[in-house]
């Protein structure tokens, strides 16, 4: 099945400062891949995806960058804010059902004021 | 739209109870995924349904565990004997058949006791 890595584990910037949060997957059929923000004891919310057929998609601060060739896809959140800090989860579809994802183990970011 | 609702949102058991927990999707969805989530871990597939139809089980465990999305009513997730292990966040995450994003209920927290 998809394998997918994320890095890294905790991340701490300063308030201003850019974040990146780095995911590779393992199969190379996957055209999907989404990024969630988990705020402590709420569910997880959708926050951008992009699909295969694009290299990059920004909205606002947030951006994601896909590079199908090294099979790994990028977060960037540019001029941090305290209510960036949450848990990140990247995700991509499981081998053999692009619709069930497998996620990664999360990023802890914190912003600093 | 009420979102995906899932209920209770904690839920108490001694061991060898049994535990249900429910799930209703936003409206228009008729995919349908529960996932179990340790503290401070990721998110671990479990089970995605249709209506009427397990697609995927290959997360779940063999015994004790059970899922249903019936014709009618929400979906249950079942887990029989329960023991101090289950103890865990689930959450249940629904879509459409034209997006791939899953939107996230709140979540059902059980502890075993």
């Known amino acids: 099945g998809e394998n997918v890595e994320q890095h890294p584990s905790t991340l701490s910037v300063q308030e201003g400062d850019s974040a990146v949060i780095k995911c590779t997957y393992s199969d190379s059929a996957s055209n999907y891949f989404p990024w969630y923000k988990q705020e402590l004891g709420k569910r997880p919310q959708l926050i951008i995806d992009?699909?295969?057929?694009?290299g990059e998609k920004k909205d606002q601060r947030i951006a994601v960058t896909l590079n199908k060739t090294a099979k790994h896809f990028s977060l960037h959140i540019t001029e941090t804010q305290p209510e960036d800090s949450a848990v990140y989860f990247c995700a991509a579809p499981s081998s053999g059902s692009a619709r069930q994802l497998t996620f990664g183990s999360g990023t802890q970011l914190t912003v600093l004021p | 739209n009420a979102g995906v609702m899932q209920n209770p949102r904690h839920l108490v058991r001694r061991r060898g109870q049994e535990a249900r927990l429910r799930c209703s999707p936003m409206?228009?969805?008729?995919?349908v995924y529960w996932y179990r989530q340790l503290p401070e871990e990721g998110l671990k597939f479990m089970v995605y349904?249709?209506?009427?139809?397990?697609?995927?089980e290959s997360g779940m465990p063999k015994e004790r565990f059970s899922a249903e999305f019936p014709k009618e009513g929400p979906s249950i997730l079942r887990i029989q004997q329960v023991v101090r292990g289950d103890s865990a966040a689930y959450f249940c995450?629904?879509?459409?058949?034209?997006?791939?994003?899953?939107?996230f209920g709140s979540g059902t927290r059980l502890t075993v006791v």
């Open positions: 995450a629904s879509s459409n058949d034209y997006n791939y994003g899953y939107t």
């Open positions: 409206k228009g969805h008729s995919h």
């Open positions: 992009i699909r295969s057929n694009v």
């Open positions: 349904l249709q209506k009427e139809n397990i697609i995927d």
